[in-house]
């Protein structure tokens, strides 16, 4: 059975940093794409980054391009989170999940990180 678990999140002010780490376990990790989603109170969950199995591609959400990078560890089973430069709108549930492949639709969901962004 696949798992994820989300660690890292906590209250940063505005202007600071955060990192996300999200453990995997049940799957072939190095084999899998990642991403990173997030869900707002009062709005729908949205894609934030994206990996691909050897790291050698990744997405970003414009909302987030040239703050937010994405990373993976295979060898640690783990993909990253490194967010800078916050803002209050970046105030949100962070979610990892993993699919087959870029073609695929994610299809394993972690339970989630809550990252609070004070102005």
């Known amino acids: 059975q696949v798992q994820l678990v989300e660690s890292g999140g906590g209250l940063v002010q505005a202007g600071g940093s955060l990192r996300l780490s999200c453990a995997a376990s049940g799957r072939t990790f190095s084999s899998y794409a990642m991403g990173w989603f997030r869900q707002a109170p009062g709005k729908e969950r949205e894609f934030v980054a994206g990996i691909s199995w050897s790291g050698r591609r990744t997405y970003y959400a414009d909302s987030v391009k040239g703050r937010f990078t994405i990373s993976r560890d295979n060898a640690k089973n783990t993909v990253y989170l490194q967010m800078n430069s916050l803002k209050p709108e970046d105030t949100a549930v962070y979610y990892c999940?993993?699919?087959?492949?870029?073609?695929?639709?994610?299809?394993?969901w972690g339970q989630g990180t809550q990252v609070t962004v004070s102005s």
């Open positions: 999940a993993t699919r087959p492949g870029e073609a695929y639709e994610y299809d394993y």
